[in-house]
T-cell receptor
């Protein structure tokens, strides 16, 4: 079946530091999405990234589909970056089914 | 702003007492999804509607039902909540079922407590 694994499970950063989050996914994943879940539970779309690199402000993501992994880079972290970062593999089973990884819990301290 | 709205944000119910959670959207999207997210876990898809077509995930318990009376609204009914059903329930929408631009947009969630 589909597998989506994330590392590290937990990460603590000092404000201003950079970090890299990793997502490994199995062959049955056709596409990939990154989300940020803020402390109030809201899931926010970050990137829809089947391959290549995308950037949005201090965040960027790279997916290497042939090697089945994706990376999320956070630069100059801020306390508002705290929360859980999920990658979700997308299976095309007649609809785009999201299968979430277990998440990386990030705490950015001032 | 176009958005996905969930009401209420917090819901408390008693063991075995039916409860309904509500989701509405102003995006005019064809597809609406319900996810369950238990504490410290990832969201898990329960079911989705494509227009009026209902699609249940194979492992969704019968205790969970859904209704979509029109494009804008979708309801999650829990017929007899158990303690294990305490969770955050997330509604999402997408314009269509498949395709590069059919990103899912999530509402803020309803946190359900079962006493």
């Amino acid at each position: 079946g589909i597998q989506v694994e994330q590392s590290p499970p937990d990460l603590i950063l000092q404000e201003g530091a950079n970090s890299t989050l990793r997502c490994n996914f199995s062959d049955s994943v056709n596409n990939l999405q990154w989300f940020h879940q803020n402390p109030w539970g809201q899931l926010i779309n970050l990137f829809y990234i089947p391959s290549g690199t995308k950037q949005n402000g201090r965040l960027s993501a790279t997916t290497v589909a042939t090697e089945r992994y994706s990376l999320l880079y956070i630069s100059s972290s801020q306390t508002t970056d705290s929360g859980v970062y999920f990658c979700a593999g997308i299976m095309n089973t007649g609809f785009q089914k999201l299968v979430f990884g277990t998440g990386t819990r990030l705490l950015v301290s001032p | 702003d176009a958005m996905v709205i969930q009401n209420p944000r917090y819901q408390v119910t008693q063991f075995g007492k039916p409860v309904t959670l509500s989701c509405s959207q102003t995006l005019n999207h064809n597809v609406m999804y319900w996810y369950q997210q238990k504490s410290s876990q990832a969201p898990k898809l329960l079911f989705h509607y494509y227009d009026k077509d209902f699609n249940n995930e194979a492992d969704t318990p019968d205790n969970f039902q859904s209704r979509r009376p029109n494009t804008s609204f979708c309801f999650l009914d829990i017929r007899s909540p158990g303690l294990g059903d305490a969770a955050m329930y997330l509604c999402a929408t997408s314009r269509d079922l498949a395709g590069a631009s059919d990103t899912q947009y999530f509402g803020p969630g309803t946190r359900l407590t079962v006493l």
